[in-house]
Structures are given as structure tokens and as C-alpha cells.
């Protein structure tokens, strides 16, 4: 994309600034306006436009729409851990939040080395070429090249959109609205069965010895 090494860390910083305003003040307000559930979709949609926008762009102008964009779909990862921390019980947060960090490291592990691979596989070369005009009436520069060897300028931002897709069918079926009431009732039944046996006991009621007689 013809981006110097100033504008690559320029466009890293400013993506940085907007998905930290995001994740803030817009991620708070979507929150209280549209509910837990729209923001995970909101985020989600907004996540397909930009890797649908990296697939597809092939101007500088291109790249700086779809990191704004890029920065709005930072909402998703804490709108669903804010999903799942309201959703599950007092004593699994711990097991939930892991399972979610957990898979997400997976993914970040993960993507890196798969995007590489589907870009070897549509022959997309991401060698930094010298900055060469014509030569001899043919046009050599790295744009041309770069042209030429790919159908796709960006083919495997477009399989994280056909992933991201899959995600956001699996999201419309998030219910609306959680019945606290009866999970918190379920709850507090589940911690009345494991009681200590030797817990207080009603002033009338015989206190059971330590140890009973028993015939074996």
C-alpha cells in the first residue's frame, strides 16, 4: 500500500487512540442505550466491514477508513466478557473469563501464522520491494507487481470475514434477557445441599452427636 515506515506507526498509534475511545466512552454508551446482546452484534457488523474493507482495499485512503472501523469492533471482546460475566454464576466467573482469555491467546497465536499461509497460497508477496518507477516503457513498481501476482489484495481478511459471519449467526441466538431470578434460587440450592453437616442448627431441634454406634 505504499505506507513508509512513519505512516505504518502512525497508523498503529492513531488505530491504538480510537479503539481506547471505543472501548471507553462508546463502548459504555452503547451499553446502556442498546443492551449487552445489540453490542456484541454491533461490534461484530463493524468487525466484517473492516476485514471486508482490508480484503477488498487497495488505496493508502482505504487503509485509514478501515482501521476507524477496525477500532469500533474493538467493543466485541468486552462486551462478551460483560455478556458472560452477568450471565454466569458467582462461583464460575473465574472458570468462564478463563475459557474466553483462553481462546482468544489461541486465536492471536494462531491467526498470525494462518494469514501467512493463505497468503502464500494466493501468491500475495509481502517482501518490501524497492520503489522503482518505469523501466524501459514497462511499469515495474511494487503496486504493478504487486497486482499482477494476486487476484485478492487481501484474501485472508476476507476468510476472517466469512469466520467473523459464522460468529454473528451464532450471536442472534443470544437470549435477550436472563431469568436472574431463578439461576440465583438454583444457585442458592446448590450451595444449601453441600452444606457442612455440623452447621447451626434451630434452638429446638436435637443436636446429632460426632460419632454414632453403628453395627457393621
Not at 466469512?162 to 442458592?188: D, G, K
Request: with cysteine; charged share 10%.
Amino acid at each position: 500500500m505504499k505506507f513508509s515506515p512513519e505512516s505504518v506507526a502512525a497508523f498503529i498509534a492513531v488505530l491504538g487512540i480510537l479503539s481506547i475511545i471505543a472501548q471507553t466512552i462508546v463502548l459504555s454508551l452503547l451499553m446502556r442505550s442498546i443492551g449487552n446482546k445489540n453490542t456484541i452484534l454491533l461490534g461484530l457488523g463493524f468487525q466484517i466491514l473492516q476485514l471486508a474493507w482490508y480484503g477488498f482495499g487497495s488505496e493508502p485512503w482505504m487503509m485509514w477508513a478501515a482501521g476507524a472501523v477496525a477500532a469500533m469492533s474493538s467493543i466485541t471482546f468486552p462486551a462478551v466478557s460483560a455478556l458472560v460475566s452477568r450471565t454466569a454464576d458467582a462461583d464460575q466467573q473465574g472458570v468462564v473469563q478463563g475459557m474466553i482469555t483462553g481462546i482468544r491467546g489461541l486465536c492471536n497465536g494462531l491467526g498470525p501464522a494462518l494469514y501467512g499461509f493463505i497468503f502464500y497460497i494466493f501468491h500475495v508477496e509481502l517482501k518490501e520491494l524497492p520503489m522503482t518507477g518505469t523501466d524501459l516503457g514497462t511499469n515495474t513498481s511494487p503496486q504493478h507487481h504487486f497486482e499482477q501476482n494476486s487476484i485478492i489484495p487481501g484474501p485472508p481478511f476476507l476468510f476472517g470475514a466469512c469466520s467473523v459471519l459464522l460468529a454473528l449467526l451464532v450471536a442472534l441466538f443470544i437470549p435477550e434477557h436472563t431469568n436472574l431470578s431463578l439461576r440465583s434460587s438454583s444457585w442458592r440450592k446448590h450451595c444449601g445441599g453441600h452444606s457442612h453437616p455440623h452447621s447451626a442448627q434451630a434452638p429446638g431441634e436435637a443436636k446429632e452427636p460426632l460419632l454414632q454406634d453403628t453395627n457393621v
